[in-house]
């Protein structure tokens, strides 16, 4: 039997994979170094260390950035360098030694060490100045944008050197959602316009440093930009829902790019969920994805469910496929 790392490798690179790989088993994420302040469930007006404030509602499934007159950050896109002030990297050894303690006890023969970056470039850019704003202002101030987009990435390049170098990861999980279930938030060439490059610097620069793997998160649909995330060097994408038509996915692309997802985490993961509604998801997704190149994973960007349970029988319902398929 493979090791889950073995296993994983197989399925990506159209090897002779023995089972599924089963959701997120492959990563041992080092939560520890994720030292950006965030928001908790219930809890209001939460500033990060970007100066974003954060609201997190009773009864909804996560926080968003709170967009009114008063706490939007960049309240004109022209003068942004007068609003937007990167943080310092954390970098002494005390703030460090948990996750560093982490990353050691990790059995690299058995699961990628992995370290986790959220948000990304393009969620980061609204969550500074709104949604509709930056998609207007992507039109009506490009050099503004790119101009924003380059300190972003240096940032993210500073950030990236400190994880290397304290935690010596293999694996990279970044998240950024590009689209709603339908479509993308900006067109094929308006993205490669404003974030092949920067991204390709970025995913370049932790694979020039041992990360072998980056798996990047975008639960939405985004068929029309696979190629630029091969371009970018992204070498699994998690979250693919189901709306972009996985199997055909891995026909065009499957040797380039692994998928992972095909369960949409609406269908499965809310309040009156049922056994027989994810059983009858996960065996749709594997009969129809096969054994290459896909992952069956819930779309969500971690590994758990938001409703008590769901992780758990997906997790078992893929078993069970693996035992009929292999």
């Not at 059995?107 to 969550?127: I, S, T």
């Not at 202002?137 to 304290?166: N, Q, S, W």
């Not at 027989?276 to 590994?303: D, F, N, W």
Request: proline residues 5%; contains cysteine.
């Amino acid at each position: 039997m493979l090791t889950i790392r073995q296993n994983l490798l197989e399925t990506i690179k159209g090897g002779n994979p023995d089972r599924f790989v089963k959701q997120y088993e492959f990563m041992e994420l080092i939560m520890e170094a994720n030292m950006r302040k965030g928001v908790a469930p219930g809890e209001h007006l939460i500033p990060n260390d970007w100066g974003v404030y954060y609201s997190w509602p009773v009864g909804q499934l996560g926080g968003f950035p709170v967009h009114d007159e008063e706490h939007i950050v960049i309240k004109d896109i022209e003068n942004w360098k007068e609003y937007v002030k990167a943080p310092e990297v954390i970098d002494d050894d005390e703030s460090w030694a948990k996750a560093e303690a982490h990353a050691k006890a990790v059995d690299r023969n058995e699961k990628y060490c992995g370290v986790f970056v959220a948000p990304g470039l393009f969620e980061q850019c609204h969550h500074l100045m709104r949604m509709e704003n930056a998609l207007t202002a992507f039109y009506e101030y490009p050099d503004e944008m790119h101009e924003l987009i380059d300190y972003l990435t240096e940032y993210e390049l500073k950030l990236a050197e400190v994880l290397i170098r304290r935690v010596k990861p293999d694996l990279l999980f970044h998240h950024d959602d590009w689209g709603g279930q339908i479509s993308t938030f900006l067109s094929p060439e308006m993205f490669e316009e404003f974030f092949l490059a920067p991204y390709k610097k970025i995913y370049g620069y932790y694979k020039d440093n041992g990360v072998e793997l980056v798996v990047h998160h975008a639960d939405n649909w985004a068929a029309t930009l696979v190629p630029y995330m091969i371009e970018m060097g992204i070498d699994i994408w998690q979250g693919a829902m189901s709306t972009n038509n996985i199997p055909e996915l891995i026909k065009q692309y499957g040797p380039q790019i692994t998928f992972m997802g095909d369960l949409d985490s609406g269908k499965m993961d809310f309040p009156d969920w049922t056994p027989e509604i994810i059983r009858e998801e996960v065996e749709r997704s594997t009969r129809s994805c096969g054994k290459l190149y896909y992952i069956p994973c819930l779309t969500r960007g971690l590994g758990f469910s938001s409703f008590e349970g769901v992780y758990e029988k997906t997790n078992e319902e893929i078993d069970r496929m693996s035992k009929e398929l292999f």
